[in-house]
């Protein structure tokens, strides 16, 4: 019947809600005229109906005045309720976890672990290369081809590696820091005199003028490993704050860096580059 | 300001008095909205709590426009649905569950004096609730919250996120499942088992 489809678009809206004012006279009317559609909605309002009859079943009055102090105790063993600014002392306990939501926290963790085990996989999958042995050792480490006894040069880095190691122990003491008593320079003094008695050797093999540089430098090194040497005192600070000043006024470590980068200090087997004569300046 | 706008207002301040009126004016329809869902009056009650805790947690989430109890509802239905996945164990017949009610300290209302009356009224429950267990998820749901809650269609489709036009389709597919259901014969022996439970 004409109207039907119309009819039953509606149905759920009569059942359970008031009808538009204009859809009403139609849905009346076709209700009347279409025993198929009446029959059809009329036990549909009965289906609701007996639905509807159902009672479900209540807890009880002392469940439900028993709630709030349930889901009270349920903030509190569980410590993530959430009140700010708050009277009631169950939620004022907790008030500080307030807005605290704890997925952040998981999602933190879990980017944790997940970083952990990449890194653990990646170590296990890709072994940490070894690094070069040259990038490993010691600045003045024998190379292959190099001996110590015959190359000044090379004796020259030791020389210079053992004697800033000395330097930078004595510049770097600070007598505010510490006291007098832990002034303990026997070890340094120790080296100070091997140094000495080396300092000659090595300025006579380091000749040329291309190793003037290098031999001036053992030469500075030489006067103040001396008197590092030649401390008699163990608590003799001024004596150390006059080699501390010795060592700034020669410009000590300015030349060691200048040696080292201007290649004084490079194998033999690269020369460094010979010193240019001082050039005229052009005049303009 | 109505009383809603303002406890919302409350709310948002996180006034743990306005959190007591939130559960207080809710706990029921959360309470047999949940029950209605997964049938076991204690899940109901865990389930209601978890959604007043969540509602407290994430009210900033809660937008201004919308209504409590809609997304109330909302909370309930996800977190029922939740829980009802998480369920591994088979879960209890609706049956078992109206039936061992009795047992469980919980008592109908409104309380008939006549036993009779109250068996037809708990074989009544029974047939429902197995009828509402024949149904999908969404029908039912839709259903629960139109017949027995008393939302609007508007406020059903905001709560479900879903269309009117869903809201209505699914009520519609659920009453005709339902007269399907309520059209055959009831169970051969309930009334025995009703008996000996009451």
Known sequence: MKGCRKFRGLVVEALFENLDPGAKPFFEEHLHSCPDCAAEFQSLRDTVETVGRRVRRDPGREFWDGYWDRLSRRLETGGKTAVRGTSDPAAKRFGRFALW??????????????????????????????LPVAAGRPAAETQPGQDPATDPVLRARIYVDKSKLVLLALVNYVPSGAGPQVLDLSLEKQVSRELVRQAGGLK??????????????VTD?????????????????????????????????????????????????REPAPEKPPTRKIKT | MTEEKEL????????????????????????????????NPGDAEDISQEVFLKAFRGF???????KLGSWLYRIAYNTSIDHLRRRTLTPETVEDTVLDSGNNGFSETPCS????????????GVRVEKALQKVSERERTVFLLRHYNELTLDEIAATMQISIGSVKSYLFRC???LRKEFSRPGPSRPLEVSDERL
Do not use: C
């Open chain 1, 101 to 130: 939501n704890p997925r952040w926290a998981f999602s933190a963790a879990a980017a944790v672990v997940l970083v952990a085990i990449g890194i653990m996989v990646g170590r296990a999958v890709f072994p940490p290369r070894p």
């Open chain 1, 204 to 217: 006579s093999d380091l000749q040329g003028p291309g190793r003037r540089r290098l031999r001036e430098l």
């Open chain 1, 221 to 269: 090194l030489e006067t103040v490993l001396l008197q590092i040497s030649n401390l008699e005192s163990r608590d003799d600070l001024e004596a150390v704050e006059f080699v501390k000043q010795g060592v700034e006024s020669r410009g000590i470590f300015l030349k060691i860096n200048l040696s080292e980068m201007g290649g004084d200090l490079s194998p033999s087997g």
């Open chain 2, 8 to 39: 919302v207002e409350r709310l948002s301040t996180g006034d743990p008095v306005a959190f007591r009126e939130l559960v207080e004016a809710y706990k029921k329809r959360i309470y047999f909205f949940a029950l209605d869902l997964v049938g």
């Open chain 2, 60 to 66: 900033r989430t809660f937008k201004r426009d919308a």
């Open chain 2, 113 to 124: 004096p006549d036993p009779v009356r109250t068996a037809e009224m708990r074989l009544l």
């Open chain 2, 175 to 177: 009453l005709h499942k």
